[in-house]
């Protein structure tokens, strides 16, 4: 039976009939390439230019022990390693050098979490402490009543993620809201099922109404 060159697992079969694969896998491949480059030379131990992890090097010249390291602090090394500061949205102080594409004064955010808050903030016109004092006042749970708890540091799909609420009479589907025609904040089965009660340009009370009478009087058949 064939076997991997590298590793010693099976191998798997060709593009061609009755051919096989030196390697079982690209890791497997180049693992052996790497390891082959050892090959006349023995270039000592050496710690890594970004993340200090010591590795040795297969040519004099590399400083990086990954191709991830070698993006990142190739790039860290060309645009300047900005100071440690807080996010904009939870406040949490961060390391901008942690992110591949990070750049001094362009990076505002500790997670893609928090800028998603924040792009939801600006689509609303409401601040963050507007939005914990809501949430507060409202006593932590969906403003309808139903009882289900929110929180504003869950991501967005979550059972209790914040939906904001706002009379689309004032601000039209799809724009901007204000940010003075915020109703509350509700829990998404609540929001979304206030949002079919008002397509159309229908009065929510009236229509709620009128499935509450056909579901209180219908006959399963």
Not at 36 to 44: L, N
Request: some cysteine; glycine content about 10%; aromatic content about 10%.
């Amino acid at each position: 039976m064939d076997t991997c060159e590298w590793c010693q697992g099976p191998a798997i079969r060709g593009r061609f009939p009755n051919t096989v694969k030196r390697f079982c896998s690209t890791r497997c491949n180049e693992a052996h390439y790497f390891a082959s480059s050892y090959v006349g030379h023995d270039y000592p131990v050496i710690p890594c230019a970004w993340c200090k992890t010591e590795f040795k090097p297969w040519n004099k010249n590399q400083r990086f022990c990954s191709k991830v390291c070698n993006g990142r602090g190739a790039y860290r090394e060309r645009v300047g390693f900005p100071e440690p500061w807080p996010c904009n949205w939870c406040g949490t102080v961060f390391d901008p050098n942690t992110f591949r594409r990070a750049r001094p004064g362009r990076m505002r955010f500790c997670s893609p979490f928090c800028r998603t808050k924040a792009v939801v903030l600006s689509s609303y016109n409401v601040t963050g402490e507007r939005l914990f004092k809501m949430l507060a006042d409202q006593g932590g749970e969906c403003a309808t009543g139903c009882g289900t708890p929110l929180s504003l540091m869950v991501p967005r799909g979550h059972p209790e993620a914040v939906q904001v609420d706002h009379d689309h009479g004032c601000c039209p589907e799809g724009a901007k809201s204000c940010g003075e025609c915020i109703r509350g904040l509700l829990c998404p089965p609540c929001n979304q099922s206030l949002g079919w009660l008002e397509s159309g340009g229908a009065d929510p009370l009236i229509r709620l109404r009128a499935i509450e009478s056909y579901i209180s009087v219908k006959e399963y058949t």
